[in-house]
């Protein structure tokens, strides 16, 4: 029977050695690549490429050639129209002008109203009817400040003796007496006004409405 035997020192020769060239390839290219030999051999083996710079040369363009000249064309005239107007030989001539319009006219207005007949006329209160009282009506704001005064007030009276309108005809200096004033003279109550014995309406006089205070 036969024994196969190995042989380690044979083989641990053989990778110790491959170690050795292989670190010593390494060295060489390291020292190649240092001292520029590397360098060297690939120019002798490449060829060196020339590179040429070429200018563009610029062609001299001749000028462009100058423009047509302008013809001034004469002027257009245009001939009048021509209108040929025919008036019929039967019909005489008239200067008259029509209406071409087929709107309705808007209706003539009316008159205005005559003006309102006012009688001025010295009215006199009626006894037989209660009239307002001027304390009732007295400002607050006029007592506080002691505003006094006397508003003359027109008043324009119906048939009935009752106050139609009443303003301001001369006032007392103070805007809120003379206010207050106004609102007295429209709750008056007046004879029915007459005249040759017949009934007047609207008519007007003037009534003085004082305010005063007591203290005073």
Request: charge should be neutral.
């Amino acid at each position: 029977m036969g024994v196969y035997t190995h042989s380690s020192g044979n083989f641990l020769t053989r990778r110790g050695g491959f170690l050795v060239a292989l670190v010593l390839f390494h060295i060489v290219l390291f020292w190649a690549l240092k001292s520029g030999l590397a360098v060297k051999l690939l120019e002798s083996i490449t060829e060196p490429i020339k590179v040429d710079i070429v200018n563009e040369v610029k062609k001299d363009e001749p000028p462009p050639p100058p423009p047509p000249p302008k013809m001034e064309l004469p002027p257009v005239e245009v001939p009048p129209p021509v209108i040929d107007i025919t008036i019929p030989s039967d019909a005489p001539p008239t200067n008259a002008i029509s209406n071409v319009t087929d709107r309705p006219q808007p209706p003539t207005p009316p008159p205005p109203p005559p003006p309102r007949q006012v009688v001025r006329t010295a009215l006199k209160l009626n006894p037989k009817s209660s009239q307002p009282n001027v304390d009732d009506y007295y400002p607050e704001t006029s007592r506080r400040l002691e505003e006094e005064g006397v508003a003359k007030i027109k008043v324009c009276v119906a048939t009935n003796g009752r106050v139609k309108t009443a303003e301001v005809d001369e006032g007392s200096g103070f805007s809120r007496l003379d206010e207050a004033g106004v609102k007295v003279a429209k709750l008056l109550r007046f004879t029915p006004p007459t005249e040759d014995g017949k009934p007047i309406d609207d008519a007007c006089g003037t009534v003085p409405i004082r305010f005063k205070l007591p203290n005073k």
